[in-house]
């Protein structure tokens, strides 16, 4: 079966600290690999999107990065956490298709940033 | 102005009730996921729609890609139905989801 696997579920980290959040994939094969923030009472906003390994495109310029070291693998970084990447973030694969059924979500994680 | 609109932003209804939950796009979208979020964050996808209309359960979602509208329908609702209701476009030609805010409901007993 398809499964998608986020961790940790809730991080508080110090103002400066650094951050590795990571996301596995696993039944499937080159899928689309996605990074959203939830921010409270708002719709989920794009972070960063991979189609591939070692494709990477950003959405919104700010204080993250994203990579995709291996195929099923996408991990959100960030050198110098701010205030305000506090949030819930949340990571999700999707299958292109001809009918683009899949769509899957992590659990998310909850990230508060002191 | 969002390019996805759903209404209403929050919904209360009593078990037993009908419940409409609308979304309305405003840009070439190719399929679109009606998704559930409960407390705690986790997000599933209910419903893909390409065209027409789907049943599973309790849960009816209808698409008009022409007129650029769905709805999710919850028939004889019930306290567990309690959640968030988002709707995800797959936006055309791109890799990209365009989401709505989302529609707080909660069924009373």
């Known amino acids: 079966s398809q499964t998608i696997h986020q961790w940790p579920a809730t991080l508080v980290q110090p103002v400066g600290s650094p951050l590795s959040l990571e996301c596995t994939v696993e039944?499937?094969?080159?899928?689309?690999l996605y990074w959203y923030r939830q921010a409270a009472g708002r719709g989920l906003q794009l972070l960063f999107y991979?189609?591939?390994?070692?494709?990477i495109s950003s959405e919104v310029p700010q204080n993250l990065s994203a990579s995709r070291p291996q195929d099923r693998q996408f991990i959100l970084s960030s050198k110098k956490l701010l205030l305000s990447d506090s949030g819930f973030y949340l990571c999700a694969w999707s299958q292109l298709g001809p009918r683009r059924e899949k769509l899957f979500f992590g659990s998310g994680t909850q990230l508060s940033v002191l | 102005k969002n390019e996805v609109e759903q209404s209403p932003q929050n919904l209360t209804a009593q078990e037993g009730e009908f419940i409409t939950i609308n979304c309305s796009y405003s840009?070439?979208?190719?399929?679109l996921h009606w998704l559930q979020q409960h407390p705690g964050g986790g997000i599933v996808s209910l419903f893909m729609?390409?065209?027409g209309k789907k049943k599973h359960g309790r849960l009816i979602a209808t698409i008009n890609i022409q007129e650029k509208h769905s709805s999710l329908h919850i028939t004889a609702s019930h306290p567990r139905d309690s959640a968030v209701y988002i709707c995800a476009g797959w936006r055309s030609g791109t890799y990209k989801y365009i989401f709505g805010t989302g529609t707080r409901l909660k069924v009373l007993a």
């Open positions: 840009v070439g979208i190719s399929a």
């Open positions: 991979s189609v591939g390994i070692g494709q």
């Open positions: 729609l390409s065209s």
């Open positions: 039944g499937t094969s080159n899928p689309n």
